[in-house]
């Protein structure tokens, strides 16, 4: 019997939402270790599954406790379940995560966050260079009919160093490189959610991949680990 989530859970998220207080909360603690074991049972599966065709080496499925210290956001409580799947590093560069909330917000997502300056210049600098090997995998049918384009931030011209009329400045601009895709709250308590996100996560591995080569060679090829 495959591992699915409960529909209790997104029952559940939908409540806090509305009871976003430590009095409800304690109240119903009881049901959530509950359901958040089994949520994490899901996570593991896909962790499990992950290692079959790629390298992961900690599944961490987040809190649900907010930081506040520094939000304007006092809430103190998530009304979603989130976690990530890391890969071997240095060798494996990138990410996969899990994001279920209910009203048809889940969603996953792969890729590169918030790469630190040297790796985002490093990026760039490849991009620069020959965009042949990306754009051959962004535009590769299935890739594209499961993750479409690139989501996240980017600057609105050329930086610093870089011509705002080269043929790969939409990739140049580009501050974050992620990718996601949404599921219904019907997807996501089906039981072949765990499978599809396995099959998600495992088309995006050419990207992934790439990535990786670019992160830990100098722009000669040579490796840098």
């Known amino acids: 019997m495959s591992v699915t989530i409960p529909k ?3 029952s559940f998220l939908k409540k806090l939402q509305k009871n976003n207080n430590r009095d409800w909360f304690n109240d119903n603690k009881v049901e959530f270790k509950v359901l958040e074991a089994n949520v994490k049972s899901v996570y593991n599966t896909i962790g499990e599954l992950l290692n079959m065709h ?12 907010r930081d506040v ?6 809430l103190p409580y ?41 790796d985002l210049l490093r990026i760039r600098k490849e991009f620069e260079m020959d965009d ?24 609105k011209t ?7 009329n080269h043929p790969s400045i939409d990739l140049i601009r580009r501050k974050q490189f992620i990718f996601t895709k949404s ?13 599809a996100v396995n099959e998600a996560f495992e088309i995006a591995r050419p990207y992934l991949n790439l990535m990786s080569d670019i992160l830990t060679t100098n722009l000669n090829g040579e490796s840098l680990i």
């Open 8 to 10: 209790e859970a997104l």
């Open 54 to 65: 790629d390298q992961i080496d900690r599944v961490k499925v987040f809190r649900i406790y």
């Open 69 to 74: 210290r520094f939000s304007k956001n006092k």
């Open 78 to 118: 998530k009304t979603h379940f989130g976690g990530s799947f890391h890969r071997v590093k240095p060798e494996l560069r990138g990410g996969y995560y899990l994001h279920i909330q209910p009203n048809n917000e889940s969603f996953i997502a792969i890729g590169f966050w918030d790469p630190n300056k040297e």
């Open 132 to 155: 042949c090997e990306i754009r051959q995998i962004l535009n590769e049918p299935t890739f594209k009919t499961v993750w479409g384009d690139f989501v996240g931030e980017e600057l």
């Open 158 to 164: 050329a930086p610093k160093g870089f011509d705002k």
């Open 183 to 195: 599921f219904t709250d019907k997807e996501v308590l089906d039981r072949e959610f765990v499978p």
